[in-house]
């Protein structure tokens, strides 16, 4: 569990499953997705998370607010589900740094606040001890380019794919990648 001045980082409860599958139901916080999700689809996903947590000591946290307890999404870390290759390389098990919040809560710094912790968490020696995250989203997706430039996260643009599981000319194919490591994190 991590905490911020207004944010509880913790493990999924049953609870977080109806808001959860809300938001991924919801096109405009998915824009940036190939599809929105069904609940049985967000369901699944957060069985994945937890079983990540059980495999390896961190994974997506659910994030709430302190001052009321309500679901806002998640930030934590996360093992890619395919292999990225980057600046013409596979990268070897790398750790994501990822987000998703509802869309009530967008505006606000939450995701900042929450990303800035979590990356504190991953490259801390008494917290996930790695090496380094990296980070990457759409092209296109700005909102989330403009955060992992926030919390000190740099992109090498030789480090740039495509997607693969998109198909060639899907708008959402282009990706962009970022990262931090214990020198150069903020």
Not at 28 to 45: G, K
Not at 115 to 141: C, I, K, M, Q, Y
Not at 154 to 183: E, I, K, Q
């Amino acid at each position: 569990m991590l905490t911020t001045d207004r944010l509880l980082l913790r493990r999924w409860r049953d609870a977080d499953r109806a808001p959860f599958a809300a938001m991924n139901a919801d096109p405009v916080v998915m824009e940036f997705f190939p599809s929105t999700r069904t609940p049985a689809e967000s369901d699944a996903l957060v069985d994945r998370i937890e079983a990540g947590f059980e495999r390896d000591g961190f994974g997506l946290w659910a994030v709430e607010q302190r001052a009321d307890g309500e679901f806002v999404g998640f930030v934590g870390l996360s093992r890619p589900s395919f292999e990225v290759v980057a600046g013409g390389r596979a990268l070897v098990d790398p750790v994501e740094i990822g987000w998703r919040l509802r869309r009530g809560s967008w505006g606000q710094g939450l995701a900042t606040e929450a990303a800035r912790e979590v990356l504190r968490h991953a490259l801390d020696p008494a917290g996930a001890d790695l090496p380094g995250v990296v980070s990457f989203t759409a092209a296109l997706n700005l909102r989330s380019r403009a955060l992992m430039e926030r919390i000190g996260l740099r992109r090498d643009p030789a480090d740039d794919f495509a997607h693969p599981a998109l198909p060639p000319g899907h708008r959402l194919r282009p990706h962009v990648l970022y990262r931090a490591d214990r020198t150069s994190s903020a």
